[in-house]
């Protein structure tokens, strides 16, 4: 028993880690290429890795009728509005701020499903937004002084995670009959990815895309491990528990800041901790709601 449960503390580290580094491994690969082609590379080998799994290997079936309709909007939604969103957000924000905003996803969740569903907004979920946004604004101010950030880069955060929640939402919303969960991510990655294609090939630049380690290292680490990788094992922590999985989402903004500290040298100051702390609270807010 013992065993097991340190196995699913480790799992959940594990998982805060590596969804963490998401954004200093997007930060480095902007050094070497545009946000488009580093997008779009990363898509494209994680949605085929997926697809090659599924219908290869597993042989999962094939989408049919309607099924297209849905993986297309979900992977416009979920991949080509909210990372395209995420990963132009990351030239003009710190890899500590590009981890904080993800973190805060099941509250954006939370008040866009009761506006969905024409429900009364709570005390609690009103709260806990408000929370959250204070605390990315005080986390956000010395960096904003320092220039590790722009209200632009901010701007475009907030736009990305409104998108992911509206995804999650028609997610769960939809009857997605016994398709594969890997079908689904596989394809709505493929999917979601060709929608940021046409503003690759308009706005790419041969010089400003150096094909060098870091950049196959950063795409293989974002494809692989984090679009791959931290996502099964984010489903895992869910099959074993859906209210105590969510709680992992806490270390992440801690993981972010410390992540970017150790590796590009961002700064950990009172008003970063004070911000974590803010976002804490409103995230613990809607998970007791929730639970």
Same mark, same amino acid.
């Given at each position: 028993?013992?065993?097991?449960?340190?196995?699913?503390?480790?799992?959940?580290?594990?998982?805060?880690?590596?969804?963490?580094?998401?954004?200093?491994?997007?930060?480095?690969?902007?050094?070497?290429?545009?946000?488009?082609?580093?997008?779009?590379?990363?898509?494209?080998?994680?949605?085929?890795?997926?697809?090659?799994?599924?219908?290869?290997?597993?042989?999962?079936?094939?989408?049919?009728?309607?099924?297209?309709?849905?993986?297309?909007?979900?992977?416009?939604?979920?991949?080509?509005?909210?990372?395209?969103?995420?990963?132009?957000?990351?030239?003009?924000?710190?890899?500590?701020?590009?981890?904080?905003?993800?973190?805060?996803?099941?509250?954006?969740?939370?008040?866009?499903?009761?506006?969905?569903?024409?429900?009364?907004?709570?005390?609690?979920?009103?709260?806990?937004?408000?929370?959250?946004?204070?605390?990315?604004?005080?986390?956000?101010?010395?960096?904003?002084?320092?220039?590790?950030?722009?209200?632009?880069?901010?701007?475009?955060?907030? &736009?990305?995670?409104?998108?992911?929640?509206?995804?999650?939402?028609?997610?769960?919303?939809?009857?997605?009959?016994?398709?594969?969960?890997?079908?689904?991510?596989?394809?709505?990655?493929?999917?979601?990815?060709?929608? &940021?294609?046409?503003?690759?090939?308009?706005?790419?630049?041969?010089?400003?895309?150096?094909?060098?380690?870091?950049?196959?290292?950063?795409?293989?680490?974002?494809?692989?491990?984090?679009?791959?990788?931290?996502?099964?094992?984010?489903?895992?922590?869910?099959?074993?528990?859906?209210?105590?999985?969510?709680?992992?989402?806490?270390?992440?903004?801690?993981?972010?800041?410390?992540?970017?500290? &150790?590796?590009?040298?961002?700064?950990?100051?009172?008003?970063?901790?004070?911000?974590?702390?803010?976002?804490?609270?409103?995230?613990?807010?809607?998970?007791?709601?929730?639970?």
């Amino acid at each position: 028993m013992l065993a097991k449960q340190l196995q699913y503390v480790l799992t959940g580290i594990i998982f805060a880690i590596l969804w963490s580094s998401a954004s200093i491994a997007t930060k480095w690969g902007l050094k070497v290429s545009q946000p488009f082609v580093l997008a779009i590379v990363r898509f494209c080998l994680a949605g085929g890795l997926m697809l090659f799994i599924s219908h290869v290997i597993l042989k999962h079936r094939l989408p049919s009728g309607s099924e297209w309709k849905q993986l297309l909007a979900y992977g416009i939604l979920n991949i080509g509005v909210y990372l395209g969103l995420y990963v132009l957000a990351m030239q003009h924000v710190s890899a500590g701020l590009g981890s904080l905003f993800p973190a805060t996803s099941p509250v954006f969740v939370s008040v866009i499903s009761a506006l969905f569903y024409r429900q009364k907004m709570t005390v609690s979920i009103l709260l806990s937004l408000s929370l959250c946004l204070i605390g990315i604004v005080i986390a956000a101010y010395p960096l904003l002084l320092k220039s590790y950030a722009s209200p632009f880069g901010l701007f475009l955060l907030l &736009l990305s995670m409104l998108s992911y929640s509206l995804g999650s939402i028609y997610f769960s919303t939809k009857n997605w009959q016994n398709l594969n969960i890997l079908t689904i991510n596989g394809w709505q990655t493929i999917l979601g990815g060709l929608l &940021l294609a046409p503003f690759m090939i308009f706005y790419y630049d041969h010089s400003l895309n150096i094909y060098n380690a870091t950049f196959w290292s950063t795409v293989s680490w974002l494809a692989f491990v984090v679009s791959i990788g931290a996502v099964q094992i984010w489903l895992y922590l869910i099959k074993q528990d859906a209210v105590k999985a969510s709680f992992w989402l806490f270390l992440c903004p801690i993981f972010g800041f410390l992540i970017a500290w &150790l590796l590009a040298n961002e700064p950990i100051d009172a008003y970063t901790c004070v911000g974590v702390v803010f976002v804490i609270i409103g995230l613990s807010l809607v998970l007791k709601r929730r639970k």
